[in-house]
């Protein structure tokens, strides 16, 4: 049963626009969050994190929002560059934990 | 800069052959990771390891074994290949403490099973 999800497979965004990624999780007990980027033929890469302390963290474009009682987060993307085109996943761990769930996935295409 | 390598890039493989897919990382870290990648199915884990000898199954271990004989090298070996094993195979490794560290992630192995 897939405990985190990306209920959009594909988003397209115009260059200079907000890009908006969606992640749901089911697991009540996942406090921690993180977001993966992921070019074709290479590893995904840590892009940003959030602990379940905190509603909001923020590194340069990338901007992350956790709301625990929707079990929701989302990563902002302000502006969109085309650079930025790439599959998103976002993952969640217990914080004590080893393990991370990752969703599916969500393929952002920047458009210039 | 973290290093994880993967031994092969592309792999094709015929079905009943034995597979050993290969990982290593460079920045001592505990943690490591065997993930495969499916379309419409994300990143499944198939067995991850927290220290030399130590393994634990993760979501889909089934026909899969793993190895790890040092801290830095981790295997994951198809005992017996089968179709519906051909898939994109991602390793990773992580720091182990008290709380969850960010994994990095190797460039993977596209392992086709004809």
């Known amino acids: 049963d897939q405990q985190v999800k990306q209920n959009s497979p594909s988003l397209s965004v115009q260059e200079g626009r907000i890009s908006i990624l969606n992640c749901d999780y089911t697991?009540?007990?996942?406090?921690?969050f993180l977001w993966y980027k992921k070019y074709p033929a290479e590893g995904p890469t840590f892009l940003i994190s959030i602990s379940s302390i905190k509603d909001k963290n923020e590194d340069g474009r990338f901007t992350v929002f956790l709301n625990k009682s929707a079990k929701h987060l989302s990563l902002h993307i302000v502006p969109s560059q085309p650079g930025d085109s790439a599959v998103y996943f976002c993952a969640a761990s217990v914080w004590t934990g080893n393990q991370f769930y990752f969703g599916t996935g969500t393929s952002l295409t920047v458009i210039p | 800069d973290v290093k994880v390598t993967q031994s092969s890039r592309y792999l094709v493989k015929r079905t009943g052959e034995k597979v050993f897919l290969e990982c290593v990382q460079d920045?001592?870290?505990?943690?490591m990771f065997w993930y495969r990648q499916d379309p419409g199915l994300g990143l499944r884990l198939i067995y991850f390891s927290y220290d030399v000898k130590m393994k634990e199954k993760g979501d889909i271990p089934e026909g899969y074994s793993v190895s790890r004989e040092k801290k830095e090298r981790f295997s994951l070996i198809l005992e017996s290949a089968s179709t519906n094993q051909t898939s994109m195979y991602l390793c990773a490794s992580s720091l182990r403490g008290l709380s969850s560290y960010e994994q990095y992630f190797g460039p993977g192995t596209r392992l086709t099973v004809t």
């Open positions: 697991n009540s007990m996942f406090d921690y």
């Open positions: 920045m001592d870290h505990e943690n």
